[in-house]
């Protein structure tokens, strides 16, 4: 692949639904859906989903069931994606268009993982989970994020595995998601 050059991506998106946000899920995959005709979005939400809100939710997408922590509904959504790439994003996010070609342009590797700079951070562990891009085989090789514990330390421990595993963090600016 050529640095620098925008890239033909195999994406899609995985929504984070925590608190079972059905207006919010909504709200973003009708921001989705219009700006990415044809291209697919999942949704995983938390364990506290009853049988009646994973019912509405499928209305809008496919959904599966996490637990409670932000990086549970990751590993969900990670287990569940289709296609290659995929950029996480919260419920509630409305979507800009063209991203896939923002973030293309930076990767040169499937080992290549990508997150917007938001509020002056600049580093993968501070940074925001909204709008984080990465390949399914590098997450899968990677592993599943640690699902107890504080959120940034458990950023930091799947990053170190990333490292190991020949990853590379990419801090892309100027790509916020909403």
Same mark, same amino acid.
């Given at each position: 692949? +050529?640095?620098? +050059?925008i890239k033909k991506l195999n994406f899609g998106f995985i929504i984070l639904c925590s608190d079972r946000a059905v207006k919010l899920l909504q709200s973003t995959a009708y921001s989705i859906k219009n700006r990415y005709v044809g291209i697919p979005y999942i949704c995983a939400t938390d364990n506290g989903a009853k049988k009646c809100d994973i019912k509405e939710m499928q209305e809008i997408c496919p959904t599966f069931k996490g637990k409670n922590t932000f990086s549970s509904l990751i590993n969900v959504g990670f287990k569940n994606a289709v296609p290659d790439w995929n950029f996480v994003v919260f419920a509630g996010s409305t979507v800009r268009s063209k991203l896939d070609d923002k973030f293309s342009i930076f990767i040169d590797s499937n080992k290549d993982i990508l997150f917007p700079i938001a509020e002056q951070k600049y580093d993968f562990i501070n940074g925001t989970l909204n709008g984080i891009l990465i390949h +399914?085989?590098?997450?899968?090789e990677v592993g599943n994020i640690e699902e107890d514990g504080n959120l940034d330390f458990v950023k930091t421990i799947w990053c170190c595995k990333a490292i190991e595993k020949g990853c590379r963090f990419k801090a892309?600016?100027?790509t916020k998601i909403c």
């Open positions: 692949m +050529k640095l620098y +050059k +399914k085989e590098t997450f899968k892309v600016s100027n």
